[in-house]
């Protein structure tokens, strides 16, 4: 009887505790965010070498990655949700750590443009999966902070990301750091997956329960859902101007400011590091404790952050001293990142639970398309379209005019609240 009982304790699955999993799960994150952001700080370098417009960069920052990361991020999403989220989690981290590494070989415009389409080919699959695997390891009411700390990996990827790139850089060139973050997630690749798996899912008993919902049905069922529309808007409007920021203010800190690289990736790194965490961690302590008394708070909190972001961005935009400017970049970088966990967590709670990847991924489909492929390249353009009336300060009035989209994500986010609370689905 001991040898039997040893023998099913042995061949039983390992089951991943749902601390490990969500720490793996920020780990990989950080990775994502890095290699999606170490572009904006090298930059610089990059233009120099290659000999790039702006209007060029901001198609490798925007479109050259949003393209295929927010186009297959639906197909991989409803794939997750069949078979295993952490396996397509595995595979696109060691699919865009190795196109970031070939980044570092890039001999023109469209040799890199080419890499970092495979960048977001990989991305495609990471972060949906993830919201869908983060949200069956913790309940509803723990769901929203869950997913801030998750969200962490935003700020702390786009820290690392700035200060790692920028001090390479500036000590080697800007190909070595491409190839140093994308060899380091590649390692990254087996141990993940040997620490996270799926959830044990129970043993179906109700032989006659309805199939799994198929792609179109899930489309149908959030097409009728006004407030996934909304919060999906919003966050693409805050998206356009926030990447669009986070891609151009590293150039902004050199051409107007005068800083130096190495000035430049502490001074934002550490704006992303401090204000970044404290925007994220507070969104989502608010969403759970608001919304457990009305889901309309999911909404209403990201829609006064970014009501209050948009004049002191402006101030430090315009500001003309370097250590004035971080004072009033820090609090608004905070105020942007609030929505993260609120919205993220409200769009989990529109369906399911079977299709919360699914979901996600066309949430971020509109958020990304919109916000990163559009974003970036808007700011890049109108800089370069203001640069003969205004010379080197055409990328500071762009950033200033840029800033109506918060005002646009506010209103969105507004509109949703209204039918948050209607269009909930309780957990089963």
Same mark, same amino acid.
């Not at 949906?128 to 990827?157: C, H, M, N, Q, V």
């Given at each position: ?166 001090? @390479?850089?500036? /000590? ?6 491409? &190839?140093?973050? !994308?060899? $380091? #997630? %590649? ?74 690289? @190495?000035?430049? /990736? ?6 992303? &590091?401090?204000? !970044?965490? $404290? #925007? %994220? ?91 990163? #492929? ?55």
């Amino acid at each position: 009887m001991a040898d039997k009982a040893s023998s099913i304790r042995l061949s039983a699955p390992r089951v991943t505790s749902p601390n490990v999993a969500l720490g793996m799960l920020l780990l990989v994150y950080i990775f994502n965010f890095v290699d999606r952001q170490i572009l904006a700080i090298l930059a610089g370098p990059i233009q120099a070498d290659l000999g790039l417009s702006d209007t060029q960069m901001g198609l490798l920052g925007g479109i050259a990655f949003a393209l295929l990361y927010s186009t297959l991020a639906v197909p991989l999403g409803w794939i997750a949700d069949r078979t295993s989220r952490s396996w397509v989690i595995t595979i696109s981290l060691g699919v865009w750590s190795g196109f970031t590494a070939l980044c570092g070989f890039a001999q023109g415009f469209w040799t890199i443009f080419l890499a970092r389409l495979g960048v977001g080919v990989g991305e495609a699959g990471g972060v949906a999966p993830s919201y869908a695997l983060i949200s069956d390891y913790f309940p509803s009411e723990k769901r929203a902070r869950a997913l801030s700390i998750y969200s962490l990996g935003i700020p702390l990827g786009s820290a690392t990301g700035v200060v790692a790139g920028g001090y @390479i850089a500036a /000590s080697v060139d800007w190909r070595l750091a491409f &190839l140093t973050v !994308g060899l $380091a #997630g %590649v390692l990254l690749v087996p141990v993940f997956k040997y620490f996270v798996r799926d959830p044990v899912k129970p043993p179906v008993i109700d032989e006659a329960a309805p199939p799994q919902p198929t792609f179109m049905e899930v489309l149908k069922i959030l097409s009728a859902k006004r407030a996934f529309w909304f919060l999906a808007l919003g966050a693409a409007s805050s998206s356009m101007l926030g990447y669009g920021i986070a891609f151009w203010l590293p150039s902004l800190l050199q051409r107007s400011f005068g800083l130096t690289l @190495i000035e430049t /990736s502490l001074f934002f790194g550490s704006i992303l &590091l401090i204000g !970044g965490v $404290a #925007g %994220v961690m507070g969104g989502g302590m608010l969403g759970d404790w608001l919304g457990g008394k009305n889901k309309a708070a999911y909404g209403l909190v990201p829609a006064i952050a970014f009501l209050l972001a948009v004049p002191l961005f402006a101030a430090g935009i315009m500001s003309g001293s370097a250590t004035l400017a971080f004072i009033l970049f820090l609090i608004p970088q905070g105020l942007a990142y609030i929505w993260l966990g609120p919205v993220l967590s409200a769009v989990q709670h529109l369906v399911t639970a079977e299709t919360r990847a699914t979901a996600s991924a066309l949430f971020l489909l509109i958020n990304n398309l919109v916000g990163i #492929g559009g974003g970036i390249f808007f700011l890049g353009a109108l800089s370069d379209a203001l640069t003969p009336v205004y010379g080197e300060e055409g990328l500071r009035y762009s950033m200033l005019v840029s800033l109506i989209f918060y005002l646009f994500a506010a209103g969105f986010m507004a509109l949703a609240a209204r039918y948050l609370q209607r269009e909930w689905v309780a957990e089963s």
